[in-house]
């Protein structure tokens, strides 16, 4: 009798248990939902700001190119020679005299 009480208390704690682990492992699990979607947010933030940032730079690009080409335009008509006019469009808008040679 005392060892079947024994047995009936033994299965009721482990009952407990388990039942007080899957409590805890459902808390976790809402914290792990919660924080998910916090990083979806923060994703889709990113993904935002990243594509603006591809605006912005291909604005940049556009503006600079516009730029060296009034430039080139304006030292063509002082009659600067070629190498000159390299030089002064490297320096002025640190690019490589590779990336000059094809406007010229």
Known sequence: MFSEELAILD???AKYMMDE???AIDG???TINDMQGTISGMQGTIDQQQSKLKEQEAAINK???ESI???LRILRNLK???GKIIKQITAQYQ???EQVRPLL
Do not use: A, F, W, Y
């Open 95 to 97: 690019i490589e005299e």
């Open 80 to 82: 600067i020679s070629e």
């Open 69 to 71: 080409h009034k430039t």
């Open 28 to 30: 976790m699990q809402g």
């Open 21 to 23: 682990m899957q409590s």
């Open 11 to 13: 299965r009721n704690t």
């Open 63 to 65: 503006l600079q190119q």
